[in-house]
């Protein structure tokens, strides 16, 4: 818990690894035991047929609500199923209180078939500043870290995103296009152009992790809740990248960002990416 005047980063120094560990637990207890094992009654359906919620994502999440404000009393969760349940419940994301972003599996249609590509996102902000990020892909073992201030992290190891090879196209995760308006398709088409290589994206927070690696150039998203993009936003600007909106603004969790917005290796990617999405509008 924060002490009489600490401060989220003292309580950081103190508790990042009991977070991390809560998240492990999470996916130990709530996750892993149901991934390729789910019965037709521990799937449903939310708002569309690529929208799905399993009894892994529910319990996941209750964990992870218990166990994270126990650790910091008179903290918040937002949480995306808790949100399903009560809209109003994400408004905490601009409130005055420290609040948990969870994304309790991330990827939940590629979970539900059985894929290796979710994950568990964990995210502490505060007045709308990112504080800390946790990223954890169980089935692929990989665990992502991000202090702000303080860098990025994977499995131990510090990221640098670093900058896209000279002379090839850029690799870009965009979003799909049965959750865009016909406004937000013409701007993604646009990075249909010469010297850009887009793809669907898979787990939000895998194509952050991507990108905090190297090993994808920039994103195109076109949604803004903030349990799929706080925690990679974390991990892209720590380790060296950046994020703009299709007006040239950095994205903002609080909401209010004019779409889609991109998330890049560098800030030369960033432009060049958020151009061509103004340009498309």
């Not at 892993?32 to 690529?50: I, N, T």
């Not at 650790?71 to 905490?92: C, D, I, K, Q, R």
């Not at 990827?107 to 007045?127: I, N, Y």
Request: proline share 5%.
């Amino acid at each position: 818990m924060i002490k009489d005047n600490e401060t989220i980063e003292e309580f950081l120094d103190r508790h990042a690894v009991d977070v991390e560990e809560a998240v492990r637990k999470a996916a130990a207890q709530e996750i892993m035991p149901r991934w390729r094992r789910l019965a037709e009654h521990e799937v449903d359906l939310k708002s569309g047929p690529h929208d799905l919620v399993t009894d892994a994502d529910r319990k996941a999440e209750l964990y992870l609500t218990e166990a994270l404000t126990a650790l910091l009393p008179g903290s918040v969760v937002v949480g995306e199923e808790a949100v399903h349940a009560n809209p109003t419940s994400y408004e905490a994301v601009r409130g005055e209180a420290p609040v948990w972003i969870v994304d309790p599996v991330d990827g939940t249609r590629q979970f539900v078939h059985g894929d290796t590509g979710f994950c568990t996102l964990v995210a502490l902000a505060r007045r709308g500043v990112l504080y800390a990020s946790w990223t954890f892909a169980p089935a692929r073992h990989q665990f992502a870290t991000a202090v702000r201030g303080k860098g990025a992290h994977l499995d131990g190891e510090r990221l640098r995103a670093g900058s896209p090879e000279p002379g090839r196209d850029l690799r870009v995760a965009t979003s799909h296009p049965d959750f865009t308006t016909d406004e937000q398709k013409r701007s993604l088409l646009a990075l249909r152009t010469e010297g850009v290589a887009p793809r669907p994206c898979g787990s939000a927070g895998l194509e952050y992790l991507a990108v905090a690696r190297g090993e994808s150039d920039a994103t195109a998203f076109s949604w803004e809740a903030a349990w799929d993009h706080a925690a990679g936003l974390l991990l892209v600007e720590e380790a060296g990248g950046t994020h703009l909106t299709r007006a040239g603004e950095p994205f903002r969790i609080t909401g209010g960002n004019t779409l889609p917005f991109t998330a890049a290796r560098d800030a030369a990617t960033a432009q060049r990416v958020a151009g061509l999405l103004s340009e498309g509008a």
